[in-house]
């Protein structure tokens, strides 16, 4: 999972499996609060799957920033390319 598509397919498939986001509306620009719903209990939950996913040390630090899945993405990325 290098890509940026397939962190992005993968982050989908956590939030329409977990959170039963429609998933029309997980786009890049997707706020993860105001338009999706979220809050910091999901957002834990999703660390816990990204952690799964990627095998690497995820930390509630490295998403703090995040505000759209866009930013979730980058994080990700930046994780998987260390």
Not at 25 to 40: G, K, M, P, Q, V
């Amino acid at each position: 999972m290098n890509s940026q598509e397939e962190i992005l397919s993968a982050i989908k498939s956590i939030m329409v499996e977990l959170f039963e986001i429609d998933e029309g509306s997980i786009t890049l620009e997707a706020r993860l609060y105001e338009d999706l719903d979220f809050d910091s209990i999901d957002a834990v939950d999703m660390i816990v799957k990204l952690k799964e996913m990627t095998g690497k040390s995820v930390k509630p630090e490295d998403f703090k920033s995040a505000r759209t899945i866009g930013d979730v993405v980058e994080a990700v990325h930046r994780l998987v390319q260390d």
